[in-house]
């Protein structure tokens, strides 16, 4: 039996609690994105056609209403962590969620823009070239996203393109790790690693690299 009451059973429950704490805003996440992911699974496998732009529609609105402020709830639960201590952000982070709704600018312009990306992508697949272009730019999008939905849960900056101009090293090292962390469930399957830490534990990340404010050690 381990004394919790011991420096190492401290240790144990510190360590826990860090864990529960990425658990509960990761499942969060994909609670609120479960139907954006199925929808994605689908855009991906259509040809271009009629098909193929209406579900594209379908997934630009439900980007727009469940991922981008998602992401900027998953913002705000870090901070509540960083700032009140570890614990269960589950009723926390929809709360967050429901707030963002009412960003409508920032959700769908992203969200427009998001599907142009994932058109474009598609469309210049075959051709190296364009879709390096294709590639860069979404990766500018993947910046602009990460930096807007982190100054509007923190506050830290006075608009994303300040946040962007004064930390733009930081803010790509940020969007790279939301995409190894995305890419290593995807290439190595790790279904464990996608429900307990792949996209808090890159929010956390970039929470930490972009300045958040921090007032507890867990």
């Known amino acids: 039996m381990i004394n919790l009451n011991s420096k190492n059973g401290q240790k144990l429950m510190t360590a826990g609690n860090w864990i529960w704490s990425l658990f509960t805003?990761?499942?969060?996440?994909?609670?609120?994105?479960?139907?954006?992911?199925?929808?994605?699974?689908?855009?991906?496998?259509?040809?271009?056609?009629?098909?193929?732009?209406?579900?594209?529609f379908v997934t630009g609105l439900m980007l727009s209403l469940f991922t981008i402020p998602s992401l900027t709830a998953s913002f705000s639960a870090v901070q509540e962590w960083q700032v009140n201590g570890s614990g269960s952000f589950f009723k926390y982070f929809f709360k967050k969620w429901f707030e963002s709704l009412r960003d409508y600018k920032v959700n769908f312009g992203f969200g427009a823009v998001g599907i142009v990306m994932i058109a474009l992508n598609k469309v210049a697949s075959g051709n190296t070239q364009w879709h390096t272009v294709v590639l860069t730019f979404s990766f500018v999008y993947l910046m602009a996203l990460v930096a807007a939905t982190f100054q509007s849960a923190t506050k830290e900056s006075d608009n994303t393109l300040t946040l962007l101009v004064s930390k733009p090293f930081l803010t790509i090292i940020s969007v790279i790790v939301f995409l190894i962390l995305i890419l290593i469930n995807f290439v190595l399957q790790l279904a464990f690693l996608s429900v307990i830490c792949s996209i808090s534990l890159a929010t956390y990340v970039s929470y930490r690299l972009l300045g958040g404010r921090m007032e507890k050690n867990d």
């Not at 499942?27 to 579900?55: D, R």
């Open 25 to 56: 805003i990761n499942v969060s996440f994909f609670l609120i994105n479960f139907s954006v992911i199925l929808t994605a699974i689908i855009l991906s496998s259509l040809p271009m056609s009629a098909s193929y732009y209406v579900v594209l």
